[in-house]
């Protein structure tokens, strides 16, 4: 009954057709490895905060501070994303993952982290956070063009989704077999 137009639903396209770009399937591996590094740090991080502080109130602010930015500066980072190089902002935001999970790992190591230590890195996190998301996906695009966007689009959502899935067995496991601060 309902018809769907070929560009729109990708119709024409073999599958996985976005992983015959070579840029894309280092994108999709490495976007998949960068969301399985933030669960990763998220597991670790969340777990030392409980061990050391035993604070609902941090725990509430964790959850606050990652999702309140992306409420907050999606529309003003999405505009910024139109405006300037997609690639570097997304540079930008992996520096301060980065710096935070390098933070996180020497504060845990030194055992000198302090409830306001926790919080300005929960910041920090969940703004690289909404600074990398709408630049991520203009990048797509910059990336595959226009013919096989649909494709790349469902793929980077695989792809996310599985770094959010297996981050948190991944950072369960290396914190076990490492620690804490090794994790990191």
């Known amino acids: ?11 024409a396209q073999p599958s996985f057709a976005a992983l ?3 840029g894309f399937r280092v994108y999709f591996v490495t976007t998949a490895l960068a969301m399985m590094a933030d669960n990763v740090e998220h597991v670790i991080s969340y ?3 409980f061990e050391k502080f035993h604070s609902p109130a941090l725990a509430g602010f964790a ?3 990652h999702w309140l930015p992306f409420l907050l500066f999606s529309v003003y980072f999405g505009a910024m994303a139109d405006r300037f190089d ?3 902002i997304i540079q930008i935001a992996m520096l301060m993952f980065m710096a935070v999970s390098f933070a ?4 845990i190591y030194t055992d000198t982290i302090e409830i306001w230590h926790a919080c300005v890195l929960l910041v920090v996190h969940g703004m690289a956070g909404v600074l990398w998301a709408p630049a991520s996906q203009v990048l797509i695009h910059d990336i595959v063009g226009r013919e096989n966007l649909v494709s790349a689009v469902r793929l980077n959502a ?3 989704q599985l770094g959010v899935f297996l981050g948190p067995a991944v950072g369960g496991a290396v914190m076990l077999l490492l620690g804490p601060a090794a994790g990191l």
Do not use: K, N
């Open 1 to 11: 009954m309902t018809e769907i137009s070929a560009a729109g639903a990708g119709a």
């Open 20 to 22: 015959r770009h070579g």
């Open 47 to 49: 777990w030392v905060m």
């Open 63 to 65: 959850v606050l501070s």
């Open 86 to 88: 997609s690639r570097r």
């Open 104 to 107: 996180w790992a020497v504060l």
């Open 158 to 160: 695989t792809g996310r």
